[in-house]
Nanobody, 124 residues
Framework: QVQLVESGGGLVQAGGSLRLSCAAS????????MGWFRQAPGKEREFVAT????????DYADSVKGRFTISRDNAKNTVYLQMNSLKPEDTAVYYC?????????????????WGQGTQITVSS
């Protein structure tokens, strides 16, 4: 079992940066691939980024590639999402998620554990 709590959300101007953190409790965090998803009002939840249990493999949505970076620190049971060059279309609730698999996934249904979400608002 893994419990996930996101932090770091807020309001930022277009072109700015934010770093999200996701703190995990549970003794098997390092066994989980982790992902970030987001959901804007009236839209489906969409994939943002994912990272393997070791941190050695990552994948990104095309819309954030080159601007966002996912990383993790297994010693701190924390996964991060560094977001640079933010755009108004990045506005959404961002969710951290975990799944017990060596295979990276961009599909929400593959993730069994979710945080409560944190709001990111990018003003133009």
């Amino acid at each position: 079992q893994v419990q996930l709590v996101e932090s770091g959300g807020g309001l930022v101007q277009a072109g700015g940066s934010l770093r999200l953190s996701c703190a995990a409790s549970g003794r098997t965090f390092s066994s989980y691939a982790m992902g970030w998803f987001r959901q804007a009002p009236g839209k489906e939840r969409e994939f943002v980024a994912t990272i393997s249990w070791s941190g050695g493999n990552t994948d990104y949505a095309d819309s954030v590639k080159g601007r966002f970076t996912i990383s993790r620190d297994n010693a701190k049971n924390t996964v991060y999402l560094q977001m640079n060059s933010l755009k108004p279309e990045d506005t959404a609730v961002y969710y951290c998620a975990g799944h017990l698999s060596p295979v990276l996934s961009a599909t929400p249904i593959d993730y069994g554990y979710w945080g409560q979400g944190t709001q990111i608002t990018v003003s133009s």
